[in-house]
Structure formats: structure tokens, C-alpha cells
């Protein structure tokens, strides 16, 4: 999978597991320790890069593991 693509579809699984928690951007953001910015730029249409360490404190914030963040992508 390329990476754009790759990087779509992290927004997606954010903002779709934003509505099933019922966060807004910003929740999210304090809860996993980010700017909302970030967030906003994840989930939008052209995303740019994203390390780990930002994927796993997001997954945390949801209460998940990275491996079940990933499980359903």
C-alpha cells in the first residue's frame, strides 16, 4: 500500500473511532498528548507524516493497543 494511501486511511480509522467515543479533535488531542492540529491534519486530505510513538498515543487515548488500532484498518 502506498504511503498517501496508507496515511488516508489512519484518518479514517481516527476519525471514525473519534465518533464511536463520541471525541471531538480536541478530546482526542489532550487525551493522547498532541496538538489538535495534528489531528486535524491526519484526518485531512493530505495528512503528511506520522511516527509511531503519535499512532500509539492515539490508540492509547482510545484504550486500545497499536495491534488492535491496526486490527481493523
Known amino acids: 500500500m502506498p504511503i498517501r494511501m ?6 479514517c480509522r481516527i476519525k471514525k473511532l473519534r465518533g464511536k467515543h463520541h471525541y471531538t479533535q480536541e478530546m482526542l488531542a489532550e487525551k493522547a498528548d498532541i496538538s ?3 489531528i486535524q491534519r491526519l484526518e ?8 509511531v510513538t503519535t499512532i ?4 492509547k487515548a482510545f484504550g486500545m493497543t497499536l495491534c488492535q488500532f ?3 484498518m
Open 6 to 11: 496508507f496515511n488516508r486511511e489512519l484518518g
Open 36 to 38: 489538535s492540529q495534528h
Open 56 to 59: 500509539r498515543s492515539i490508540a
Open 70 to 72: 491496526f486490527e481493523e
Open 44 to 51: 485531512g486530505k493530505t495528512p503528511g507524516k506520522c511516527f
